[in-house]
Every structure is written in structure tokens, then in C-alpha cells.
């Protein structure tokens, strides 16, 4: 027994001793040691920042990518605007007839101021009588 205690300890004192690094080599200073750890820090960091840089590049993308709705006007101009009236046939009848009764009085007459006047009510009220009959066919 005596024996085999001897054994176990020669064997952890051998195996204790190889272990111990006594080369200048593969020995490793507090200063290498340091700048190792302050150097893997920097690149830790460098990595955090480049990581927050593409969330908030995401969260951009993201934004660009809602769906904004914007109501076409165009597409309800009857609630938007209304449509305005357009002109019946006797009304445009009668503008047309006065233009031309109040030219050809002009032109026809010894007095053109009397004339254009007398031209243009009687162009008015035949003009407006023949927009009348057409707006009556229409309907």
C-alpha cells in the first residue's frame, strides 16, 4: 500500500511539473495578455455599431415600405366639386344670335350704334327661339 501511494505521488508531481510552461516562448506577459483584451474590445465595439447601424437602416426600410393612402380627388369629383350646369340650347341660341344680329345691324345700318342694337335684340330673341326647338328634339 505504502507502494502505491509512492506511485500516485511521483505521478502527480511529474504530471504537475509537465504541465508548467518554463519556456520564455509560450509564456504570455499581463501586457500582451492586456492589449489582447483591450484589442478584442475594440472590435466588439466597432461590431456593436455596425449592428445598430443596420437596425436603424432596417427600421428605415421598413418606414419606406408602409402603405400610405392618399384619396384621389380625381376619383370623386361629384363630392369634392360639383359639376357646374352647361349652358341649354336656347341660352346658347341666344348669345350666338345677338353676336351675329348685332354685326349684321352694324353692318347693314346708316346709324351703326342703332343698328348693332336692334340687330343684336332681334338675333337674340331668334336665336333663343332656335335653341328652344332643338333642346325640345333632344329630349
Not at 500582451?32 to 426600410?61: F, G, L, P, W, Y
Not at 419606406?64 to 341660352?91: F, I, L, M, N
Request: charged share 20%; net charge positive; proline share 1%.
Amino acid at each position: 500500500m505504502k507502494n502505491l501511494i509512492m506511485i500516485i505521488a511521483v505521478a502527480g508531481v511529474l504530471s504537475l511539473s509537465s504541465c508548467k510552461n518554463t519556456d520564455k516562448q509560450g509564456v504570455i506577459t499581463d501586457d500582451v495578455h492586456q492589449a489582447t483584451i483591450d484589442s478584442m474590445q475594440q472590435v466588439a465595439e466597432k461590431q456593436r455599431i455596425i449592428d445598430s447601424m443596420q437596425i436603424v437602416n432596417q427600421n428605415n426600410i421598413e418606414r419606406e415600405k408602409q402603405v400610405v393612402v392618399v384619396h384621389d380627388q380625381a376619383a370623386a369629383p361629384a363630392a369634392a366639386t360639383p359639376q357646374r350646369k352647361k349652358w341649354s340650347g336656347a341660352a346658347k341660341g341666344a348669345v350666338i344670335g345677338a353676336g351675329v344680329g348685332a354685326v349684321t345691324g352694324a353692318i347693314v345700318s346708316k346709324k351703326k350704334g342703332e343698328g348693332a342694337i336692334i340687330g343684336g335684340l332681334a338675333g337674340a330673341a331668334v336665336g333663343a327661339g332656335t335653341g328652344a326647338v332643338i333642346d325640345g328634339k333632344k329630349k
